[in-house]
């Protein structure tokens, strides 16, 4: 069968990225004999640039609004022009959205009309974003395909810290539209899936199909981590969004002047945080990377002694990408988010928790992480793409086939 996947935000490997969620489950797909036709924005949501291909891609069309390029005999990339944002939260953002939206189902029946793709059998879309994700469907309809949403991030309730404390308790009010699309589009799915357990309540769903992130870069000498007891180099790779607390892991390096961190990343927040480092007196000690490329990030990864993810459960993300990251270069892991994250680190002995705006709490986590360092840093075969991604094909496949006989 043809397979279409919509994804707006994932990095691809052609762009010197490692491996992300839905570039793995597109090889998943194709690896078990379907053709796969991958959408993706020209916009790349963490470098707020253009994406640009190695050579790697052979480009098929070019065309004023999209581009499509052959990446095997049985993966096609499309890519969506889409207008830039700066800010994550932003109404140019939401703009944007709503541009790569339409384009989607414009470009997808044009492409279909033209032959340069077939109809599709089935349609994977993430979520987010919504309005993405309902244009999937609407192709869906139209071509008489299945269609899976498959949720990354909870929308709309990712947003409700973002709202001024004062206003937060009206959250459920002011998202309530966005909550009823998110609802409808679950209940008219004909599959959910999502990275998380946390989310099922989200969808309503029985058939909640459990598919967790995963790597599938190598991982990095595990022998070296096992003896060292030393936990001073701290690292954080990311965005530099209003969603993360780095002022915290900052505020912790002014109580131990043996602590430093690097941060791999852009965003909104780094001229502010660049600040906050030289107000608090450790801007010697807080080393700013910006983007890096895979061989570089994972370098700098392996080189530090712990990954922190200093993220608040009010943002509704379960397990961020960056978990996986730092336990494939073999660090342990320092997070303020709880729920599976927590459960992960301590079942496993990954790392360590703390309370996101506690400097103190922080501290505590990295004596803990000293005085019991973890014997040995692996992701857990159940975290890896080459167990995830095929599993998820073939579960999708089986649960198509009890539900519709196909």
């Given amino acids: ?22 570039w793995n489950m597109a090889e998943a797909f194709a690896s078990r004999g379907h053709d796969v036709v ?33 990446h095997s005999p049985a993966i096609k990339i499309v890519v969506l022009n889409t207008l830039k944002y ?73 947003f409700y810290r973002v709202l001024p404390k004062k206003i937060r308790f009206l959250s459920s009010l002011l998202f309530l539209p966005m909550r009823l699309v998110a609802k409808a589009l679950y209940n008219s799915s004909d599959l959910v899936s999502g990275v998380s357990s946390s989310y ?49 892991v900052i505020d912790a390096l002014k109580k131990d002047l043996s602590l430093t961190l690097d941060i791999a990343g852009e965003g909104e927040k780094k001229d502010s945080l660049i600040r906050y480092a030289k107000k608090c007196g450790v801007q010697d000690r807080v080393r700013f990377h910006g983007w890096l490329g895979q061989e570089a990030y994972f370098s700098l990864l392996s080189s530090c ?27 342990p892991v320092i997070a303020s988010l709880h729920g599976e994250c927590e459960r992960i680190l301590l079942e496993e002995n990954l790392g360590a928790v703390y309370d996101e705006k506690s400097p103190e709490s922080f501290m505590k986590a990295v004596e803990r992480l000293r005085k ?18 095929p599993e998820f094909a073939r579960e999708v496949e089986e649960a198509l086939s009890r539900k519709f006989g196909q």
């Fill in 1 to 22: 069968m043809t397979v279409y996947i919509q994804t707006p935000f994932d990095n691809l490997p052609q762009e010197g990225c490692r491996a992300m969620r839905y």
């Fill in 38 to 70: 991958l959408f993706v924005s020209s916009f790349n949501h963490g470098t707020k640039e253009q994406r640009r291909f190695d050579d790697s891609l052979k480009i098929e069309i070019d065309s004023p609004k999209f581009k499509v390029y052959r």
């Fill in 86 to 158: 700066k800010r994550n939260i932003s109404f140019r953002r939401i703009l944007s959205h709503l541009v790569y939206a339409r384009s989607f189902y414009a470009t997808a029946e044009k492409l279909i009309a033209q032959k340069t793709i077939s109809q599709p059998s089935l349609v994977i879309s993430a979520v987010p974003t919504l309005t993405a994700a309902l244009q999937c469907r609407r192709l869906a309809l139209k071509t008489n395909a299945k269609t899976v949403s498959d949720i990354q991030d909870a929308w709309p309730e990712a």
């Fill in 200 to 248: 099922k309540h989200l969808t309503g769903r029985d058939d909640f199909i459990l598919a967790r992130l995963g790597i599938s870069v190598p991982p990095f000498s595990q022998e070296r981590r096992a003896s060292s007891q030393r936990i001073s180099r701290l690292v954080y790779a990311g965005s530099l969004g209003l969603g993360y607390s780095l002022e915290t």
């Fill in 305 to 331: 002694d712990a990954g922190v993810i200093p993220m608040s459960d009010e943002s509704m993300v379960a397990l961020p990408n960056k978990l996986f990251d730092y336990l494939n270069s073999s660090i």
């Fill in 372 to 389: 019991n360092p973890p014997e040995r840093i692996s992701l857990p075969p159940t975290l890896r793409a080459d167990f995830i991604y």
